[in-house]
């Protein structure tokens, strides 16, 4: 599972601390433990089962978002999404901190090819136009020409990096949850694979040209249009506004 699906989680671990008093367990459907590294260091969170836990069930094929997993496609369901929460260390802030004030630019998706994945030569057009630009992950990635890159080992770098940067802009992802998490502006391009409606926030520029949401598994067409409905002038446009 993805960093995202644990992050869209601690937004409920959060309400649930909150309302109880208690620390939560997160578990799966058949009730095993469940961890992330983006719950290290959460207070909200126990590692183990005690007396004074709550359950919070969330793992595959129980999560909020997800109304049913068909042979091709998902089926999606809404819910209370709300930005989650990502406690870093100091040294994980201070690593970030060197690149304060520029722009985090996410151009490659989890798998690849993806039905949520915009042009690589258009994120490339995008960062011709200008910009402090940087851009997180591990050494065998796709670089943009132009933009600083900086190797992170863990997804946890990856978000040190972002909780420093002055906005984001991506694909919907791990990287736009964590966005949220830290408060960042962002715009973020969604396909016709989901819509905004499930795991988007209200306070970031979505930008979608569709009108249902496919769910799709496998390669879809419906999404490549939607994709090449979103131009690099609209990404730039959205960029500028939400950073100058």
């Known amino acids: 599972m993805g960093a995202g699906d644990w992050i869209m989680a601690t937004a409920q671990v959060r309400e649930l601390n909150k309302a109880t008093g208690c620390l ?10 469940m961890w992330s590294e983006v719950f290290d260091h959460n207070p909200r969170i126990s590692r183990g089962w005690t007396k004074n836990c709550v359950k919070l069930i969330n793992g595959a ?3 909020p978002y997800i109304h049913a997993k068909l042979p091709d496609r998902w089926i999606w369901k809404l819910w209370n999404i709300a930005p989650g929460e990502i406690y870093l260390t100091a040294d994980e802030k201070a690593f970030g901190e060197q690149f304060a004030g520029k722009i985090l ?7 690849d090819p993806s039905n949520k994945a915009w042009f690589f030569d258009r994120w490339q057009a995008l960062v011709d136009r200008g910009g402090d630009f940087v851009q997180v992950g591990a050494p065998g990635v796709r670089r ?16 040190a990096v972002l909780s420093a940067c002055r906005a984001f802009v ?3 992802g791990g990287l736009h949850h964590a966005a949220a998490a830290f408060d960042k502006p962002a715009v973020v391009l969604f ?3 989901i819509s905004p409606a499930y795991t988007g926030y209200p306070k970031h520029r979505n930008l979608r040209h569709a009108e ?15 994709m090449e409905a979103i131009t690099v002038d609209e990404v730039h446009r959205n960029l500028l506004e939400i950073t100058t």
């Open 61 to 63: 094929g129980a999560r």
């Open 170 to 172: 991506g694909a919907e």
């Open 212 to 226: 249902g949401s496919c769910g799709m598994r496998t390669p879809c067409e419906g999404c490549r249009r939607s």
């Open 191 to 193: 396909s016709e694979f």
């Open 144 to 159: 943009l020409n132009g933009v600083q890159f900086v190797e992170t080992a863990t997804f946890r770098q990856a978000c």
């Open 105 to 111: 630019i996410e151009p490659n998706t989890k798998q």
């Open 24 to 33: 939560v367990y997160v578990v799966g459907r058949n009730g095993q433990p």
